[in-house]
Each structure stands twice: as structure tokens, then as C-alpha cells.
């Protein structure tokens, strides 16, 4: 059940849809090219990242042994609570029309996927769960991978921008939910440094 936002929060969204608009029609049309029309639509795509997931699936339990697998288990849980937080928590609670649903902006955008959610647009779900993972990924592989964790960010930054481009996502949505997600994913990594200890190779 979607619960009707508070008069506050309805002043709130009308202060920042101005720039908002502004951003999405530049992202969307004026910064756009063909290239990025074919690519970007895949970049959000879970099956998109499948060799990623499973390359670091690979090097960290055959170079990590037991803390590899407790790794693995610190990755599932970034996303199950990033999920929990963004979707079944904020998205019902705090509901904003996806641009590709309005009726003022939709018609105003270019939209390249089959459908347009129904749920809040409010935070960007892709980008919480995406920057926890960046950020879990950063915190915990930097000591063995040194400046190159610094990607993992990039990584995230395009599926989060990807949702912009293809209009299911306001900018101030992906940007929230990215700082969401880089909050969850700092804290599950202090938690996975405590319990578990720093990867290392020794």
C-alpha cells in the first residue's frame, strides 16, 4: 500500500522539480548519442554484470579461503538490506511519480525500456544496492587491490546514470539512493572488518 506523502514533502518535491527536469531532459536528450542509446539500457541489467560477479566469486574464495566465503555472505546481505531499505521501506512510505509515468515529463523523454514502474521513484533502488556493493567491494578489496578499488564506483556511477538516461529515475533520486547505498555499505564493511578481519594475501 503506497501512503500519500505529508504536505511538507509535496512542497519539498515541488522546490527540487525544476532542476530536476532540467537535468533529466539534458541526461536524457542534449547528452545523448547513439552509442550510449545501444549500450546503456544493458548496463542496468543484473544478467549485464553476471562474468563481474563471478570473476570476484572466484578470486576471492580461491585467495581468501573461509574469509573469502564470509565475504561472499557480506556481499548478499549489502543487497538484501539495500533492497530492504530502498524498496519495502522508503518506496512506500515517501512516493514520487517516476518521470517516465508523469504526464508532463513522460511525453518530454525519450524511453528506452518496455515499461515504466509503478513504484516510487524515490530512492533509486539500482543505485542504493549498486553503491552498497561499490562500496563494501572498496572497503574490503582495497588492501589487495590498492587504487584499482577506486572502479568499483565508476561501475556504479554508470548503472545509476543509466537510470536517469533511460528516464525511470529523477537525478536527486539516483543521487539519494547512491548515498543510501554508500552508507550501507560502509557500515557492512566496519562490521565484516570486525567480525571477520582485513583480506589480505599472505
Known amino acids: 500500500m503506497i501512503i500519500d506523502p505529508p504536505f511538507c514533502l509535496l512542497t519539498f518535491w515541488q522546490h527540487i522539480q525544476p532542476f530536476d527536469a532540467w537535468l533529466i531532459t539534458h541526461i536524457n536528450q542534449d547528452w545523448s548519442n547513439t552509442f550510449l542509446d545501444t549500450v546503456l539500457p544493458f548496463m542496468r541489467e543484473t544478467m549485464t554484470w553476471y562474468p563481474l560477479y563471478l ?3 572466484l ?3 580461491t585467495n ?3 574469509k573469502g ?3 561472499v555472505m557480506g556481499v548478499v546481505l549489502c543487497a538484501a538490506a539495500s533492497d530492504l531499505i530502498s524498496s519495502q521501506l522508503i518506496k512506500p512510505n515517501i512516493f514520487r511519480m517516476r518521470p517516465c509515468g508523469d504526464d508532463v515529463m513522460g511525453p518530454q ?3 528506452f525500456i518496455n515499461y515504466c514502474p509503478h513504484s516510487s521513484s524515490f530512492t533509486s533502488s539500482h543505485a542504493t544496492t549498486h553503491f552498497a556493493q561499490a562500496m563494501f567491494f572498496f572497503s574490503t578489496l582495497r588492501p589487495v587491490m590498492g ?3 577506486s572502479v568499483f564506483f565508476v561501475w556504479a556511477f554508470i548503472i545509476a546514470y543509466t537510470q536517469v538516461y533511460v528516464g525511470v529515475h529523477y537525478p536527486f ?3 539519494c539512493g547512491a548515498l543510501l547505498g554508500c552508507g550501507i555499505g560502509f557500515s557492512l564493511s566496519k562490521l565484516f572488518h570486525n567480525r571477520i578481519g ?3 594475501v599472505s
Open 198 to 200: 582485513m583480506l589480505t
Open 55 to 57: 570473476f570476484l566469486l
Open 147 to 149: 587504487k584499482w578499488a
Open 64 to 66: 581468501f579461503g573461509i
Open 109 to 111: 523523454l525519450r524511453f
Open 69 to 71: 566465503w564470509w565475504w
Open 173 to 175: 533520486d539516483v543521487f
Open 59 to 61: 578470486f576471492v574464495t
